[in-house]
């Protein structure tokens, strides 16, 4: 857990059979985690969120450069390997698979997600994304550019996508991306 800090970075650590989530990361300003690998979790990857969403301050934080998969053992949906809040958050250059909900779930505005991969998530799930965000009209700016998604979803899911904006979202950009078998039953690989 890194708390209300500036400037940490936790870089190339192996981190894995935990009872609970990875990392965490709560307030404070440019905490990096580069370069980890990251699984056999009991709930979450790594849990970020920093910034101001009043006065869109971003945090700075940047999660770059790690292998994630194989998280929530114990809290099968709602434990991804990557959760984003509050403002300006940078998920780049990830290696994310092998997760039984979403890969990603994203809160709060302007964070960027850019060149990471992502495959095999939604695996015993169903009504999910790879990457989900939704319920907030006021969660505005993030960018999705140039990330790969592939082999989305169960075989037995009604809906399934590797990008997906439920309820009342809007005003995200998706630019320059690649996917692959990366929708399921009645979804796109993009859902709005």
């Known amino acids: 857990v890194v708390k209300n800090s500036h400037g940490v970075v936790l870089a190339a650590c192996d981190i894995h059979n935990t009872g609970q989530d990875a990392v965490v990361i709560e307030g404070g300003e440019g905490v990096r985690v580069a370069a980890c690998d990251i699984y056999d ?6 849990r970020v969120q920093g910034g101001d ?6 945090c700075g934080h940047e999660i770059v450069n790690n292998h994630i998969y194989r998280i929530a053992a114990r809290q099968r949906t709602h434990a991804y390997p990557i959760h984003i809040g509050a403002v300006g958050v ?33 695996l015993e799930s ?21 990330n790969f998604w592939h082999d989305t979803g169960s075989t037995f899911a009604h809906g399934s996508t590797a990008i997906y904006f439920d309820d009342g979202d809007g005003g995200q950009t998706v630019f320059g991306n690649v996917f692959l ?6 979804f796109g690989a993009v859902f709005s």
Do not use: V, W
Not at 53 to 58: G, H, N, Q
Not at 101 to 122: P, V
């Open 126 to 146: 169903d009504d999910c994304g790879a990457f989900y965000m939704g319920r907030n009209p006021s969660e505005r700016g993030t960018i999705l550019r140039y």
């Open 181 to 186: 078998r990366a929708s399921g039953g009645s």
């Open 41 to 46: 979790t009991g709930t979450a990857g790594i």
């Open 53 to 58: 969403r009043k006065t869109l301050t971003p």
């Open 90 to 122: 940078k998920l780049a250059h990830n290696l994310i698979h092998d997760t039984p909900h979403q890969a990603i779930g994203l809160a709060g505005n302007d964070h960027l997600i850019e060149f990471n991969e992502i495959h095999h998530s939604g």
